[in-house]
Nanobody, 126 residues
Framework: QVQLVESGGGLVQAGGSLSLSCAASGRTFSSYAMSWFRRAPGNEREFVAAINWGGSNTYYADSVNGRFTISRAVPKNALYLQMTSLKPEDTAVYYC???????????????????WGQGTQVTVSS
């Protein structure tokens, strides 16, 4: 019922920056928490960052904390991930996800998310 489409992936040098976007369509979100996950080659999908409906609460994986910033524009049903100080180990397909958790709910477990995008490739070269 809800379609999520990621964009903004690409190739960047280590230490550089990149911004990802996720646009939702199909219906208007109501009290949806959203997150970014990623899957590196040969690895399981892992949590990156999460944000609540109001955008007031965020949570980051230790591996990206201090380097990545998650934000959202609710009226536009858009999610963003600003990535700085990128490392080769950040190379992965990045996915946005959404689930209904109320105004303040925030989730970082993959199994709690209902809607997923198809992913966008981020490659960090050394």
């Amino acid at each position: 019922q809800v379609q999520l489409v990621e964009s903004g992936g690409g190739l960047v040098q280590a230490g550089g920056s990149l911004s990802l976007s996720c646009a939702a369509s199909g219906r208007t979100f109501s009290s949806y928490a959203m997150s970014w996950f990623r899957r590196a080659p040969g690895n399981e999908r892992e949590f990156v960052a999460a944000i609540n409906w109001g955008g007031s609460n965020t949570y980051y994986a230790d591996s990206v904390n201090g380097r990545f910033t998650i934000s959202r524009a609710v009226p536009k049903n858009a999610l963003y991930l600003q990535m700085t100080s990128l490392k080769p180990e950040d190379t992965a397909v990045y996915y946005c996800a959404a689930t209904s958790l109320g105004n303040y709910g925030l989730a970082y477990v993959e199994e709690e998310y209902v809607y997923w995008g198809q992913g966008t490739q981020v490659t960090v070269s050394s």
